[in-house]
């Protein structure tokens, strides 16, 4: 325990960097291209690292190198560790030279079409020379790239028992789902529905892993229903649109996404109310996490558009 401390009080932000780095890309040739070292040069590195700790932090094989059970703690702790040193720098930009900054945030599909887009405007014409990474995905996807500080914050449908360790949730509104299909829809006719008429529809769903999907097939399962019948699994809101739009498909969306097409009359919300299912809205942020001043700036830009929402 002691050598370790002492080890970690010899480690530097170059080392914690060729380290994440090495874990990243699987080999020290990779590493070395990466960051502008030797094969030779990261070998020693890791090597030196390994002996100041005391431990070995990598597994070698034919193929590459692994973390072990230590390496990937350091790595673990180097991703978030960096992270804060980029918002430390970003800060002193900001400070040195007025409002800008970088955030990189990821986006679930009920932020994607017009909470995230009308928050991003606001912040850029408040801090024009912002910078915003966006990263599109579901929950199993974002939600590890926020724990290891490769994102600010993910804003989008709130998970309910996933994704919950390391992160606070802050709702911003809810919306309710709707039945969405082409305007000349056998289905689009009907002036009442029930689920029981939905189900020999093919339909456009999202992964299994999500809440909405849960969601659904739960509404059906309460009504005595086999689970709707999955054509097309997808999270792509233009794919989704153009089949929506072309096909027989229907597909379940918030209402907020579907707004815009709904008011221009590319796609019907079929008459059909899933009342059960409330769609929370809100903003994951890394626990104990300190956000960078451009960041924090969005997610005040966030909070603002979503109290308009709820007014709404």
């Known amino acids: 325990m002691a050598r370790t401390l002492i080890g970690l009080h010899r480690v530097s932000v170059r080392q914690l960097r060729l380290v994440a780095t090495v874990a990243e890309v699987g080999t020290m040739v990779r590493a070395g291209d990466v960051i502008g070292m030797t094969q030779s040069a990261v070998t020693k590195a890791v090597r030196d690292l390994e002996k100041d700790l005391g431990v070995d932090l990598f597994e070698r094989g034919n193929r590459g190198v692994t973390p072990t059970i230590y390496g990937e703690a350091l790595v673990s702790h180097a991703r978030r560790v960096l992270a804060q040193l980029e918002h430390a720098a970003e800060e002193i930009d900001d400070l040195a030279h007025g409002a800008g900054g970088r955030v990189a945030i990821g986006t679930l599909l009920a932020a994607s079409a017009w909470l995230l887009p009308t928050a991003i405007t606001r912040l ?4 024009p020379r912002v910078a915003v990474d966006v990263v599109e995905g579901t929950n199993d996807r974002l939600q590890p790239m926020l724990l290891r500080g490769e994102l600010d914050m993910v804003v989008g449908r709130l998970s309910e028992f996933r994704h919950r360790t390391g992160v606070d949730q802050e709702p911003l509104y809810s919306e309710e789902v709707v039945i969405l299909a082409r305007p000349d829809h056998p289905l689009a006719r009907q002036e009442s529905l029930h689920l029981a008429d939905l189900q020999e529809a093919d339909w456009i769903l999202p992964p299994p892993e999500t809440t909405l999907r849960r969601q659904l097939e739960k509404a059906f399962f309460d009504a005595g229903l086999d689970p709707p019948r999955c ?11 153009r089949l929506l739009n072309d096909t027989d498909l229907i597909g379940a969306w918030p209402r907020g996404v579907a707004a815009d097409d709904l008011a221009e009359g590319r796609l019907v919300a079929l008459a059909v109310r899933l009342d059960e299912i409330v769609w929370p809205v809100g903003v994951a942020t890394r626990r104990l996490a300190q956000l ?3 960041a924090d700036a969005l997610l005040a ?3 603002a558009v979503g109290q308009e929402a709820t007014r709404r």
């Open 124 to 127: 850029r014409a408040e801090r």
């Open 231 to 241: 054509a097309i699994q997808s999270v792509s809101i233009l794919t989704n649109r």
């Open 292 to 294: 960078s001043p451009a």
């Open 301 to 303: 830009t966030l909070r």
